[in-house]
């Protein structure tokens, strides 16, 4: 069920616009139009849904040469609609110059390369553009941490005041202009309002976020504020523990919290506990979203021994501690420190029969995890095959062609209990200037409806034990994709005979209005066992969900079938996890 009848919509301004700030020179003056540029920070193109009450807006303003630290918001538009009264006075804008801290060429040439990662239709990378992007970002990463005043601004308007009512499956227009002193600019950014759909069993989970307890600005009950406008009724934070640059034999097991945010009495800084993060961020719930709490921890190529090296990331859940059973260093979960299979492992025992590992961003550049197949010994039951900043989302781009491989050589184990990578998403979102926004989703399948969505432990557990079951679906945009074959659901297992048929089903609910097609692959694509024309489907008009049958002869064997479901202008992507069948 939606939260309210009225339609309403947030807008999170992330992604990247670039404005030129100049003033006309003096007679005989010579201020350049290149020497006072400002580039602004945030969006080109955002998704967001109808039930919001809240538009979250932030913007950040850097510039390059003699231009001014501040400027004022004197314009801003909805297709064409001026919602500047309900702008709280004044609405400044500071500009943080970059001059010394990075070439303004390399800037805008990441800038070029966010916008275009963040567009609603795809523009691939090649190779050389995508590992010149990866290495900007690392740039740009550097002044983020050496220049720590420069946040965005945010803006908080209560959608109920909104003078229009935005409408499902529209794009909207985003008008903004600034003036400082002379000087004036403005920027325009679009929008598409969503219908992210849930029905009782499947409900949308962001599952790779970050809060001011490690690399994040914002906290917790902020995250909460934020999910709940995009419509997650799951949000796993998952900061990062202590341990980065640090190579003593043993340290306090703590909470990274790399900007000294919280402080003892006395003004010192101090780390937070598991204890305290775990809390604020069950705390965090409310009616509409659980917030509970996890981890992101970097391999190491050593074992227990802090390299500064990344050997991939993992993403913890339904951990109770960050020590496990004995230390921090042993079984426990230090940044950095441990090779990969012995990281999952620790993971695993963490709360035996709960706790359950996933491998973020398998494929980037900067933090790919590095082993694979026969080497991957330890149990992990995900894998994100939507992440980050990322602009391919077809079966052949890495993390996808990545999770197949993986799949397939976990297959024989599958029948016997062993684990498998589910498909998964995280934004990987820090709330701070160069991090993508929050998007993409991950449906996991619970028992059952919660009468409400404020925290408890058998909550809790239901969620975890559906992460570790591997029923979950990924979605770029929102839309849901389910199926089943003979009536097992995703991330079952089931005996079949060889030549006979198999019965099955797709159930999709778009979140958006748009053509669509739906494919059943067998195993690494070896074979489409069931193809749809692309058809138009309206979101919420069209009969809900829309079904799809068919009938395929299972060939024995071991195999593994999982859906694909794309917009013809490959705007959205959904992939399920797999059912699994064995002659």
């Avoid at 998952?238 to 703590?254: F, K, M, N, V």
């Avoid at 996933?358 to 080497?375: E, K, N, R």
């Avoid at 006979?500 to 690494?524: C, H, I, K, L, W």
């Amino acid at each position: 069920m939606k939260r309210f009848v009225v339609i309403s919509l947030t807008i999170i301004l992330m992604a990247l616009s670039i404005f030129h700030v100049w003033e006309e020179p003096a007679q005989g003056g010579a201020n350049s139009i290149e020497e006072r540029e400002v580039i602004i920070i945030g969006p080109t193109f955002q998704t967001f849904d109808t039930d919001a009450d809240q538009w979250s807006i932030f913007v950040t303003a850097v510039s390059f040469g003699s231009a001014p630290r501040e400027g004022r918001l004197s314009e801003f538009t909805v297709n064409g609609v001026d919602i500047m009264p309900l702008i709280p006075k004044p609405a400044t804008i500071p500009i943080y110059p970059l001059d010394g801290e990075m070439d303004k060429g390399a800037f805008k040439r990441w800038k070029n390369f966010h916008e275009r990662a963040n567009a609603f239709k795809i523009q691939p990378f090649s190779k050389e553009e995508e590992r010149e992007f990866h290495d900007l970002t690392f740039r740009i990463k550097e002044v983020a941490q050496r220049r720590k005043e420069v946040k965005p601004l945010w803006f908080q308007l209560n959608t109920l005041e909104l003078p229009f009512n935005p409408k499902v499956s529209q794009t909207y227009i985003i008008t903004l202009a600034v003036q400082a002193g002379n000087f004036s600019s403005s920027f325009q950014s679009s929008i598409l309002v969503v219908n992210v759909p849930e029905n009782p069993n499947w409900f949308p989970a962001e599952l790779h976020i970050h809060s001011n307890y490690s690399d994040g600005n914002r906290t917790p009950a902020q995250l909460a504020s934020e999910l709940t406008n995009k419509h997650y009724r799951i949000g796993y934070v998952t900061d990062e523990p202590a341990g980065w640059g640090q190579t003593a034999p043993s340290i306090l097991p703590r909470m990274s919290d790399p900007d000294n945010t919280f402080r003892n009495p006395d003004g010192t800084p101090r780390k937070p506990t598991w204890e305290e993060y775990a809390n604020a961020v069950r705390n965090a719930s409310n009616i509409s979203i659980v917030m509970l709490p996890g981890l992101e921890i970097s391999a190491s190529p050593q074992e227990r021994t802090h390299t500064g090296i990344h050997q991939g990331h993992a993403l913890a859940y339904g951990i109770v501690t960050l020590t496990g059973s004995q230390t921090f260093e042993t079984t426990g979960f230090r940044y950095n420190w441990f090779l990969p299979n012995t990281l999952l492992n620790n993971i695993n025992i963490n709360r035996i029969g709960f706790s359950s590992a996933a491998i973020a961003h398998p494929t980037h550049f900067s933090y790919a995890w590095l082993v694979w197949g026969s080497q991957l010994t330890a149990r992990y039951d995900g894998m994100e095959l939507m992440s980050g900043v990322q602009n391919s989302f077809s079966p052949n781009a890495g993390p996808m062609v990545r999770w197949r491989s993986e799949l397939s050589h976990r297959l024989s184990g599958v029948f016997s209990g062993q684990s498998f990578p589910s498909a998964r998403t995280g934004s990987d979102y820090c709330g701070n200037w160069y991090s993508p926004p929050i998007q993409y989703y991950t449906f996991v399948r619970l028992p059952s409806t919660p009468s409400n969505w404020t925290y408890s432990p058998s909550l809790q557990d239901n969620v975890d034990t559906a992460l570790r079951s591997g029923r979950t679906v990924t979605s770029r945009l929102g839309g849901l994709a389910t199926f089943t074959l003979n009536g097992w659901q995703i991330g079952d297992r089931f005996t079949h005979s060889a030549g006979s048929n198999v019965n099955g089903s797709v159930q999709f609910r778009p979140a958006f209005s748009g053509t669509y097609r739906v494919t059943v692959y067998e195993d690494n694509l070896s074979r489409i066992v069931y193809q749809s024309p692309f058809t138009y489907i309206e979101a919420g008009i069209t009969p809900d969900p829309v079904n799809y049958p068919f009938v395929f002869t299972f060939p024995g064997g071991q195999r593994f079938y999982h859906v694909y479901v794309e917009e013809w202008s490959s705007t959205e992507h959904i992939y399920t996890s797999p059912i699994f069948i064995r002659q």
